[in-house]
Every structure is written in structure tokens, then in C-alpha cells.
């Protein structure tokens, strides 16, 4: 049911509060609303979020703008295990485990034992977004955040009519993608870089248990991937800032020998920004409206669930976002951004040296045992392990 509409509830709640007809009549011209907590988007992060919410007993409305929650997919969907943490996927949602992945450098090749998991996009947004529709949270679709009217309301409009309508509620949180419009309405946009992820679906067939990464001048600030999704399927894409296009077709050129592609999957991926503003007054950010990606690898998935957790914490016990962010993620994101900035001023032999000493044995094991989402303990025994790897800190202060 819309939470733009007249129930008979939401009209005697606004009697019994103040007690006389005159509200009843400001509330019939204005609409009175239902929802209290707002979330524009229904990708992880919002979904996600209101699930929590809802499960706390609180009023929650997703707004999506698109028709179909979980399209257009702009997502490779590689996550780690770390997933079940948050929920057990369905079976539908998984496209493929891969235990392998295959680093290529300039001139060095290595394989890396791991345990991923490749989720359908799409489905594994509707998945979510089911999880929040069971726990009592709605979903409207064709919905648009359009911008606010005052603290306490919102103009959203419906795409099934264009008609624009304001919606009154109390806390409104921008979960709507990297390029926020609630973030820039309510002035929460900062100079934030974001990267070019352009990736299609491409013909391709591939080892359906392994994925590919590939480093050095050729990928310039980032890196490129290919993600066997079918038999003959795979995602290939590549991040970059600047001539996005450009390298793409070179990449797919060389892996795939032609320049052919099924569909487009692009967009922009944010680069973590360790003083964004994510809370302001009632309006928060989530997921990548708030750039909470990690740096290294540009995956935002499982860092926008946590986020989640923090806050809907943060909503129900009234504490501050900007702060509990930075304490229980901020640490590990700026860890990915610092190996970031590392990595984008390696040469080609930097990364060659880079996979010789992830070759050896004592290196893959740690690898194995402890996945990107738990950054701090993965860095810490490696360079325990093998001290080599202090050799590439020097460029932290180049
Ligand atoms: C090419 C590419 C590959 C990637 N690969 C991976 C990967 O393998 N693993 C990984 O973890 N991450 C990956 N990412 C990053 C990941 O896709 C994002 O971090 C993740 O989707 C963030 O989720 P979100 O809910 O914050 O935003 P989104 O998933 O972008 O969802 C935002 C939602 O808000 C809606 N919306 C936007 N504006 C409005 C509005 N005004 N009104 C109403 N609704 C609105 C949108 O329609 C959308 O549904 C990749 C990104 C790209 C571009």
C-alpha cells in the first residue's frame, strides 16, 4: 500500500495528539503520511537497512525510482563468505563459487587458491528487498526522490503519473547510489573521486571456477577483471579514471580477440572518502551515496551491509553516525584506500616482484585464511610472515 494515502489510523493518530479537528483538516489537504524513516534506494544498502529497521519495529519506506528493484544490474557480484554474516543466501541468487583466482601482471602469472561467491545482481537485490518486505518494511516503486521541502518532508515523485507529492517524515536516508541526490540536496556532497567502472557481458568461455585480475600500465589507477558468470559468459570490466572506453576495448581486445559485447553493465564505483560527511541533522548516507567502498578492490557490497548494522544501531539508540561509522569501518577502509595509494604508483616490475612473493606458499595460506573484508589481520600476517612485503610501504611516503 503507498504510504501516500489517507488511512483512517494515521488521521486519528493526528486527532488524539492534538486533540482537534483543525490538524485532521491540515493533515486531509497535505496527505498524512505513514512512513517515519525514509531510505531512497532499494539496492543492498537500503534494503539492508530497512530489514534491520523493520525488524526493531520501526516505520519504514523504501523509495526506488526504477520500475523493478535490482535493475539495471552495474555489478560484477563477487563477494567473500564474510556474506553470511549478514544472512544465508538462496540457492537462485548464487551464480557460481569460484575457488580460484588467476593475478596477471606484465610478465608474471600466478594462481591464488580462494572461496568466492558470484551472486546474481538482481536477484540478490530482490532477495534483499524481500528479506525488508517480510519484517514489515515497504518498497515503492517508481518513486523518485526529488529533493527536500523543509526538515521534516520530502518532494518524491511518482513515476507512474509524474505527479510530484510531499511526504512528511522523520528521518530520511540516502541510500541511492554514487550519485546521491539526497546526498546533494541536503549538501552532503564532497569532492569525492569515483572511479569508471565499465564492464559488459561478453561472449567468452572461460575456467567456470576461476576468476581473472589484471594489473600493471594497462590498468592504470585500478585494475581489470574477467568473472566467468555461464559457460560462455563472463563479465569483463575494468576501473579507471580517466579514458574509461579507451582501456576497456584494449582489455577486451586482448582477452577475448574481438571487440564484441552482449550488454553494457557500467557505472561509477566511489572511492572511500575518510572525512565525508554521512550524517547530517535527520539525513544519513549509506552504502555508496556514502562512498563506504573498499579502495583496493572497489567491491561496496558487503561494507554497505555493515553499515547498515551501524546504522540502524545508531537510528535506534539516537547515536552519532558520523562517529560509530569511523569506529567500527572507518579503520579498515582507510587501510584499503592506503594500499590503494600504494598500488596506483606501482610500475609494471613493481607488480611483477608484487605476485613472486604472493607466489610462495606461506603467502597463498594466508591469503586463503583470511579474506579482504577483514583487511587489518590479512595485512599484519602477511608482513609477519614475509617481511618483503615492507619492501612496497616505502611508496606510502613517495
Ligand atoms: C562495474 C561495477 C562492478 C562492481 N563489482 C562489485 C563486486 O563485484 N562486488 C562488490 O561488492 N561491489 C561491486 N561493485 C560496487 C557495488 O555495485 C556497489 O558498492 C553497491 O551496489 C552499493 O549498493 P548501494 O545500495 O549503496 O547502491 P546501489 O546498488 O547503487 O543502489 C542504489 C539504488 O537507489 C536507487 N535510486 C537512485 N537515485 C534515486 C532517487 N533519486 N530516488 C529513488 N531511488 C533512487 C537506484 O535505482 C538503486 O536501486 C561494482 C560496481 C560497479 C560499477
Not at 479537528?21 to 537497512?49: Q, W
Not at 523504501?62 to 544472512?87: A, D, K, R
Not at 572511500?272 to 555508496?288: A, S
Request: charged residues 25%.
Amino acid at each position: 500500500m503507498p504510504i501516500l494515502c489517507f488511512d483512517l489510523f494515521s488521521i486519528l493518530k493526528g486527532y488524539i495528539f492534538t486533540g482537534c479537528f483543525s490538524k485532521i483538516a491540515i493533515y486531509n489537504c497535505r496527505v498524512f503520511p505513514k512512513a517515519m524513516i525514509t531510505i531512497v534506494g532499494a539496492g543492498p544498502a537500503g534494503s539492508y537497512l530497512a530489514y534491520l529497521l523493520a525488524k526493531q519495529g520501526k516505520e519504514v519506506t523504501v523509495l526506488e525510482e526504477h520500475s523493478v528493484v535490482g535493475s539495471p544490474v552495474q555489478c560484477t557480484g563477487i563477494v567473500t563468505h564474510s556474506i553470511e554474516n549478514f544472512f544465508k543466501l538462496k540457492k537462485e541468487v548464487v551464480a557460481k563459487i569460484l575457488n580460484k583466482v588467476i593475478v596477471v601482471s606484465k610478465n608474471n602469472k600466478i594462481e591464488v587458491n580462494v572461496d568466492e561467491i558470484v551472486v546474481w545482481r538482481d536477484k540478490f537485490d530482490r532477495f534483499v528487498a524481500d528479506m525488508a518486505q517480510k519484517e514489515g518494511a515497504e518498497v515503492l516503486l517508481n518513486h523518485h526522490f526529488v529533493g527536500f521541502n523543509g526538515s521534516n518532508s520530502i518532494k518524491v515523485k511518482d513515476k507512474k503519473n509524474n505527479k510530484i507529492k510531499d511526504v512528511k517524515t522523520d528521518i530520511v536516508v540516502g541510500a541511492d547510489g554514487p550519485y546521491s541526490s539526497v546526498a546533494k540536496a541536503a549538501g552532503m556532497n564532497s569532492n569525492s573521486k569515483n572511479y569508471i567502472g565499465m564492464q559488459a557481458k561478453v561472449k567468452l568461455g572461460m575456467d567456470t571456477t576461476a576468476f581473472e585480475t589484471y594489473f600493471g600500465s594497462g590498468f592504470p589507477s585500478f585494475f581489470g577483471w574477467c568473472v566467468p558468470e555461464s559457460e560462455d559468459t563472463a563479465r569483463l570490466g575494468i576501473g579507471c579514471f580517466e579514458n574509461a572506453r579507451w582501456h576497456f576495448y584494449n582489455f577486451l581486445k586482448s582477452r577475448t580477440g574481438k571487440k564484441d559485447i552482449l550488454c553494457w553493465e557500467s557505472g561509477l564505483i566511489p572511492l572511500y572518502d575518510p572525512k565525508k560527511v554521512i550524517q547530517k541533522g535527520n539525513v544519513y548516507l549509506i552504502g555508496d551515496a556514502a562512498a563506504q567502498v573498499k579502495a583496493t578492490t572497489g567491491g561496496g557490497i558487503i561494507p554497505s551491509l555493515k553499515a547498515a548494522q551501524t546504522l540502524c544501531d545508531c537510528i535506534v539508540n539516537n547515536k552519532d553516525y558520523n562517529k560509530e561509522f569511523r569506529r567500527q569501518s572507518g579503520r579498515e577502509l582507510l587501510l584499503h584506500l592506503r594500499i590503494r595509494n600504494v598500488l596506483n604508483k606501482f610500475s609494471d616490475k613493481d607488480y611483477d616482484k608484487l605476485l613472486n612473493l604472493m607466489s610462495q606458499e606461506k603467502v597463498r595460506k594466508i591469503l586463503k585464511k583470511y579474506d579482504r573484508d577483514t583487511p587489518i589481520p590479512l595485512v599484519t600476517n602477511l608482513l609477519v610472515k614475509e617481511p618483503r612485503f615492507l619492501y612496497f610501504s616505502k611508496m606510502l611516503f613517495n
